[in-house]
């Protein structure tokens, strides 16, 4: 994968987990500005998907293997569009809480996506 995009969605992923866990220390549920943050790092997700199923498709293959790699990269594209989701049921502060875990998930699949494709730039 691409290192500086494997980053970027990584620390966009941990910027919304603080956000959010600030909404949950302030008391508050999710808000409107959470949720342009929710979609802006899923659209950095997006991105990553396509980049990584373009490169499968043209013959580039994992160093951990091809199933692994697809199952952590459709992992991390739904995540955070599922904690988001979760967060419209739970109107409270824990609402904020499940976003900031999910957050915090994308960011370790980033890791791991990493070390599976090889850890290499690109």
Known sequence: MIGSL??????AALAL???????VYRDQPTKDWHFIGMALVTLLVLV?????VVR???????GGGTAIF??????????????????LAERTKWG????????????VL???LFDIWGGSGG
């Open 48 to 52: 990553q998907l396509t980049i990584g």
């Open 6 to 11: 494997t980053l970027a969605a990584s620390l």
């Open 110 to 112: 980033e890791v791991r």
């Open 56 to 62: 499968l498709a043209g013959g580039e293959k994992p």
């Open 96 to 107: 904020s809480a499940t976003v900031a875990a999910g957050a915090v998930v994308l960011a």
């Open 70 to 87: 697809l199952a952590y990269l459709l992992s991390a594209t739904a995540v955070v569009p599922v904690a988001g989701v979760m967060s």
């Open 17 to 23: 987990a603080a956000w959010c866990g600030l909404a």
